[in-house]
């Protein structure tokens, strides 16, 4: 699975349901009465769905947020502008290193910039996701073993007699196939354990007439699934181990079954009984210790500010309002399909997506010895490069521009352009051209070409070319093999000489591109040299 | 090291100390009306209480008699500590302010406790 398919999924899947998590929270504050704790936990299982499922729907629209600079087929608009975000955020902090002269950490912060474009920084932080996801899922599998480890330890006996028979009852009364029941001492509250055999825990001090409570609300999880329901809960918490959002959704989320199954044991009882129900669940809030939210099991107790609310609501008794509830189940399923919605068409893909940005290129190998901070040193350099290959001042009008780690620089000479220069910040040379109307021939196929030419001329070239790179690229001839003739084309005395020298080191994808313009009265001229991709 | 009494345990201690030793049907029959368990839930939890060493069992007759180790006060300031530390972090102070903050301490109780301390510290 290539890093872009996880990195995709995380940005996608994060960035929606942190959006809706935020929404539900507001919904939650103000719209519970009206709501309902049905509605809100339909909403929450919304949000788990977009959270751990990859799906992606095609949107003709998305294409328009794609960034010119996210040139990758395979990462998705969304992500791109992400990585583009990040990617100039993390330019402008190694601009403010530079200008700090902070060398180390300019040059971790060029690491990390470098990193960012050619996708080895996203397969690092794929690394380090899954040993989070390994991690969080091991601590989850730990704590979920101790519990049920306790549980078995401190089990008394299986309900019977008349306990037994009223229970049975209770489950054909909700339509529920009764699970085993198990007293257990100690235990602070009641709960449901387990996610394929499930079983109800129930505390050994419970009286009777508070057991029956216990179990009605026990019975009302078993029937909501809420055991299946944690297993996806904690998915969420592993798959989203880095969102604190995710791990607050899923906190509330299991508040919000509680109240749920509160409602629905509560909803046929009249005053006397919810009073009663209510102390129960006030003396659950004395013994504390609920079973965390690593663990699979539900649990009765809440305290503080939540237990008041929770003892409102059952004292008060109510039903939701329903056009409400409804409205929100349809509105927040469309927004569902909506946030699936990230990938561009077929059509989209092959007209707007350039070549591939993935490939190693000999730069990384190189490392010059220049400073090139301002706009003025850019120039300055470019100038350099410039007289060396065009054996003549320049007479044109220099323009720099500043990249992430690196510069690009064009002389004008009149409306033209006559030069190119594209380099590093310490002065690596990745990309130079000299101003093609000089020899549009090249293109304008005004030319013979031809495979063959003079062994002793070709040599005389070869040598000529190595010696050139050697002084305007230092290290560059250490690092690539002997440049070899790819074509050459024949204009009136002059020949014009495309080599290649292979990289040495087969992990880089292409080496030197060189274009020389030979005429053996006057000797060679460097026209074009390119290093971060083929010519 | 301090015995930790659970909650159901308590009972089986509440009916040791009215009146020790009591055998295992006894007990039953004293906390069955108000709570329904069955002998076996009786019998486990006697058998962890001896293994904690909160109570003792002399079976030289037929029927087995258990006879609690600790007592109430024992037992009680046990319970104290845990809900302080539960509550209050662990901070008697804390808890004293509370009760006087809430109007459950009058001025005579909070003498005498001071009394209680001042004994202590001589």
């Known amino acids: ?53 990859p799906l992606s729907l095609t949107n003709p629209v998305i294409h328009s947020i794609r960034s010119p600079f996210a040139a990758d087929a395979a990462i998705r608009p969304i992500a791109g502008q992400v ?53 969080v899922s091991a601590w989850f599998i730990f704590s979920n073993l101790r519990f049920r480890m306790r549980l078995r330890a401190d ?100 508040t919000d079954s509680e109240l749920r199954c509160d409602d629905r044991v509560t909803g046929p009882m009249d005053p006397d009984e919810r009073k009663s129900y209510a102390g129960v669940l006030v003396l659950s809030a004395a013994r504390r210790n609920a079973p965390g939210l690593g663990v699979l099991a539900t649990g009765m107790t809440m305290t503080g500010k939540r237990l008041k609310t929770r003892v409102e609501t059952v004292m008060r008794g109510g039903k939701p309002l ?44 190189l490392h010059g010895n220049r400073r090139i901070k301002t706009e003025s040193d850019a120039v300055s350099f470019a100038k350099e490069v410039w007289d060396r290959v065009r054996g003549r001042e320049a007479e044109g009008r220099f323009e720099a521009y500043r990249e992430a780690g690196s510069w690009s620089v064009s002389m004008a000479e009149g409306d033209d352009i006559a030069f190119y220069l594209w380099f590093s910040s310490d002065g690596v040379i990745w990309d130079m051209s000299q101003d093609l109307k000089d020899y549009r021939w090249v293109t304008d196929g005004e030319y013979i070409e031809s495979h063959v030419m003079d062994m002793e001329e ?49 992990r880089y994808d292409a080496g030197a591109s060189v274009f020389v313009l030979f005429r053996p009265n006057e000797g060679y001229t460097l026209v074009m040299l390119q290093l971060a991709g083929n010519g | 090291m301090a015995v930790q009494v659970t909650e159901a345990e308590w009972k089986i201690m509440e009916v040791l100390w009215d009146h020790a030793p009591r055998t295992m049907g006894e007990i039953t029959r004293t906390l069955e009306p108000e709570t329904g368990w069955t002998r076996h839930t009786v019998i486990t939890l006697l058998k962890r209480m001896t293994e904690k060493g909160a109570v003792s069992v002399d079976d030289s007759e037929r029927a087995k008699l258990y006879t609690p180790l600790i007592t109430r006060e024992e037992a009680s300031t046990e319970e104290t500590h845990k809900f302080l530390s539960h509550i209050f972090k662990g901070k008697a102070s804390l808890l004293v302010s509370h009760l006087v903050e809430s109007g459950d301490l009058s001025e005579d109780d909070l003498k005498q406790i001071l009394d209680v301390m001042e004994g202590r510290k001589k």
């Open chain 1, 1 to 53: 699975m290539r890093s872009a398919t996880i990195y995709n999924f995380l940005i996608e899947a994060n960035i929606m349901a942190c959006i809706a998590i935020v929404l539900m929270t507001v919904l939650r504050r103000f719209l519970w009465k009206g709501l309902g704790n049905g509605a809100i936990c339909f909403g929450w299982f919304l949000i788990a769905f977009r959270l751990l499922c």
């Open chain 1, 458 to 506: 070709l040599n005389g070239v070869r040598e000529w070319t190595v010696k050139e790179l050697d002084v305007l690229v230092p290290g560059l001839t250490g690092e690539i093999r002997k440049p070899e003739l790819v074509y050459v084309r024949d204009v009136g005395d002059a020949k014009f000489v495309h080599l290649n020298a292979s990289p040495k080191d087969s």
């Open chain 1, 155 to 254: 089990r008394i006996e299986p309900i019977s007699g008349e306990l037994k028979e009223r229970y049975e009852a209770l489950c054909r009364e909700r339509g529920v196939m009764p699970v085993p029941v198990f007293f257990t001492d100690p235990l602070p509250s009641a709960c449901l354990v387990g996610v394929f055999r499930p079983y109800i825990a129930l505390p050994l001090s419970a009286s009777p007439q508070d057991a029956i409570h216990v179990l009605t609300h026990e019975i009302c999880h078993l029937k909501n699934r809420d055991h299946l329901w944690g297993v996806l809960r904690l998915l969420c918490c592993a798959v989203h181990w880095f969102d604190p959002l995710v791990w607050l959704a899923a906190a509330m989320s299991r």
């Open chain 1, 322 to 365: 329903r056009w409400l509830a409804v409205t929100f189940t349809v509105l927040a399923s469309m927004c569902l399909v909506g946030a699936f919605a990230t990938s561009e068409t077929k059509e989209q893909l092959e007209m707007g997506v350039p070549w591939p940005i993935e490939e190693h290129y000999l730069t990384e190998a």
């Open chain 1, 83 to 135: 990585k583009v975000r990040l990617n100039d955020a993390v330019s402008r902090l190694s601009d403010v290193f530079w200008r700090a002269d902070n060398m180390t950490g300019y040059e971790a912060v060029t690491r990390l910039s470098d990193g960012i474009q050619d996708a080895s920084a996203a397969i690092t932080l794929a690394k380090v996701w899954l040993a989070g996801v390994l991690l």
